[in-house]
């Protein structure tokens, strides 16, 4: 502790900083003066003029050169000090300080010292500056706090005939405790950025499925809709070609039925279905309902051509009507036809 502190206090007493220039030159009449120089002349001890670049003449004796100020841009490094933030954490805080004299005049009889003066002012609106500002926003705001640095230097700086062109800060060194705390919490943020990428990863993921799926039900209902469209048409078509051969079917019979023998015809169908019916009546079911005279296959035909005479007799009698009388050759009974068919079959 003790070595510490001698070295800080050697620091705060150690001599100011000085810039180089090109020495105090002789009056010996004829003078140069190099460029980005200015040469303050007192005549007698009070200020005459300042000389500008190249050839000068003066009076040896009277005139003295007790000032020599360079007009080039100077690099001024800021010791390191100590400064408290906002929230009462220790830092250690060194900078560069970038000066060019405007005025040589005042550099010359406004300040002693300038460059020590201007490096003193850094310093301390350093540590003014550092304690209106938390730890986090120290780091985050470097360009600010150059900025307001260079304008309080300057506020001041102005008397003195300099001009603070920018303030760097080059290290901050942080205490150890403070330092793994300020790890720590990065390595928190690091996990807690990654835990939320993966909830949002997640959210996508489910989000995209769900929008898969819809689609896919989507797609599918439509599909369905579709097919039963299809479906419903060419249902629609079967049952119109249906329609039309059974119109065709029924025209072609009326029209069968229109010619000669067409009603002998019929009833020689009509017939032979009515046999066909009751030769097919034990196959299905038990249960039988048949006509009393079962066994006289004559009387049942007989009755079946009887219902299709008195259904077919309106239609006949209208087709008379309309048609011119013809000579039709007799047609044979419906008994005796039946009789032949059974004779040939036998």
Known sequence: ?????????????????????SGLPMNVGVLFVPQQEAWVVER??????????????????????????SLKEIIINVPEQSAVTLDNVTLQIDGVLYLRVIDPYKASYGVEDPEYAVTQLAQTTMRSELGKLSLDRVFRERESLNANIVDAINQASDFWGIRCLRYEIKDIHVPPRVKESMQMQ???????????????????????????QKQAQILASEAEKAEQINKAAGEANAMLVKARAKAEAIQLLAAALAQQHGSAAASFSVAEQYVNAF????????????PANTGDVTNMVAQALGIYTTLTKPQAVKTQEEMPPAHEDPQPPAAEVLKAEEASSS
Not at 1 to 21: D, E, T
Not at 59 to 68: E, K
Request: charged residues 25%; aromatic residues 4%.
């Open 44 to 69: 007698m001890g009070k200020f005459h003029r300042i000389l500008e670049p190249g050839l000068n003449f003066l009076i040896p004796l009277l005139d003295q050169i007790p000032y020599v100020q």
């Open 279 to 290: 030769s097919k009546l034990a196959k299905d079911s038990n249960t039988l309902l048949l």
């Open 186 to 212: 990065v390595e928190a943020e690091r996990r807690k950025r990654a835990t939320v990428l993966e909830s949002e990863g997640t959210r996508e993921s489910a989000i995209n499925v769900a929008e898969g």
């Open 1 to 21: 502790l003790q070595r510490s502190q001698q070295l800080k206090r050697s620091a705060w007493l150690a001599p100011a900083p000085c810039r180089l220039n």
